[in-house]
């Protein structure tokens, strides 16, 4: 009798992890400020770890606690934890490898992010990936976006000590599941682990009027939207799936919604005084105040880190993603119109993170760090006085105007 599940479970679950393994491995030396021990190494469900270097150790050293409270601090280890979303789904729905290979940007970008715009150095990430099924016919997808991961973690300075692939049959689904042995269909979360040196932490606290405020532009969606995409899909282009795979300008639509999110978070920490060992510099490349993280919420971000009396005015905005342009129009006459205003407080609106600086020459140096790393940034406005911290910015979509945060 057929073992149905080690055939369909087991065994190829033993097989996605083995290359996962591989990629793991490949990271350990990512990150100079951490030492990875395998214990072993032959053996890819064997358990790794990590040291943090003796420096880094010191540093975390320097600690004073009074009646069991800590009172002051050098240096933390510290973790945020989120995922993909929704948009695995659309890279499942375009099904090449070349797509597959960017998946990975969202996990790094979607923590390691969320890291650095408080002033965090991200350093060690573990993930774990829910697949409904590996099959001979996907398995190419799956290689591929272990390949591109792997070339990410390396980009961002990042080591993947370990992770988990689960194969769940009846648990994994996507809006655009045919049932076909071909698709890759999956979820993807993550863990990033990294330090926190007390002084360079950024809260918004030190933000005051007259600032520049520097956004960094973003190629595509970023990760947060996907429900608000995959209702539009299926409303325009739908709602048979077939259909949809066969309708030319719906998939160059959806190719448009796998641009990978770009991570700016090795940018920020070079910006703040990290050195990539986790030692900090004498001094700031530049000096700032405050990091938004764009995502879920939009620009309303941006808002939430203005200390009260404080405002913006953002009137040098940058032109919106393509996909987000095409995806206002095609909104237009459908119970999903997405307005203005949406797409500044649901998307990201054309910046992925927003960045306010002491002076006009930090702003300067962001923007040049910024384009050595492949990164476009601008000057999109300054800070103002405003009792009820009031955040204007003029649309560079459809309707134009001002709109009111």
């Known amino acids: 009798m057929t073992d149905k599940y080690k055939e369909e479970v087991i065994d190829p679950g033993d097989q996605a992890s083995q290359l996962a393994k591989d990629i793991c491995f490949q990271s350990h030396k990512n990150c100079k400020a951490v030492r990875v021990i395998a214990h072993q190494p032959a053996n890819f469900r064997g358990p790794v770890g990590f040291l943090w270097q003796s420096h880094v150790l010191e540093m975390m050293r ?5 009646k069991g409270r800590v009172v002051d601090w050098t240096m933390a280890e510290e973790v ?22 960017g998946l990975g940007w969202e996990i ?30 996907n398995l190419p997808l799956f290689e591929a976006m272990m390949q591109g991961y792997g070339q990410a973690l390396k980009q961002a300075n990042l080591v993947n ?30 863990s990033c682990l990294g330090l926190a040196c007390q002084h360079l932490l950024l809260d918004g606290s030190k933000i005051r009027p007259d600032m520049p405020v ?7 969606y970023r990760c947060n939207g996907g429900t608000f995409f995959t209702n539009l899909i299926l409303q325009k282009f739908g709602p ?36 990539l060992d986790g030692s900090v510099k004498a001094f700031p490349l530049a000096k ?45 006459g459908t119970d999903l119109e997405l307005s203005d205003k949406q797409a500044y407080t649901t998307l990201h609106g054309g910046c992925g993170m927003v960045l306010v600086c002491a002076d006009h020459n930090s702003a300067q140096k962001i923007i040049r760090e910024a ?15 405003s009792e009820t911290s009031e955040v204007l910015i003029h649309s560079k979509f459809r309707e134009g105007g001002i709109i009111k945060l």
């Not at 002033?119 to 016919?137: A, H, M, W, Y």
């Not at 384009?371 to 006085?385: E, L, M």
């Open 80 to 101: 945020e934890n989120d995922g993909a979303g929704g948009k695995p789904q659309f890279f499942t729905l375009v099904g090449t490898p070349e797509v597959f290979r």
């Open 288 to 332: 700032i105040t405050g990091i938004a993280h764009i995502t879920g919420g939009g620009m309303v971000k941006f808002k939430e880190i203005l200390p009260l009396g404080v405002g913006a005015l953002l009137d040098k905005m940058p032109a919106p993603a393509d996909v987000l342009l095409q995806a206002q129009e095609l909104s237009w």
């Open 62 to 66: 320097q600690i004073e606690i009074k």
């Open 371 to 385: 384009d050595r790393d492949g990164i476009r940034a601008q000057v999109i406005g300054q800070t103002i006085k």
């Open 240 to 275: 048979e799936i077939n259909k949809i795979k066969t309708d030319k300008p719906a998939l160059v639509f959806i190719r448009k919604l796998t641009v990978p999110s770009i991570s700016y978070a090795k940018t920020v920490c070079r910006l703040i005084g990290w050195n």
């Open 108 to 137: 790094i970008a979607m923590t390691a992010d969320d890291f650095a715009r408080s002033g965090r150095l991200p350093c060690v990430i573990d993930n774990e990936i829910q697949v409904k099924k590996i099959t001979k016919q």
């Open 161 to 190: 000590i370990t992770g988990e692939v689960a194969i769940m049959k009846h648990s994994i689904t996507a809006f655009c599941d045919t049932g076909s042995d071909d698709q890759l269909i999956l979820t993807w979360g993550a």
């Open 214 to 220: 520097v956004g960094f532009v973003e190629q595509g």
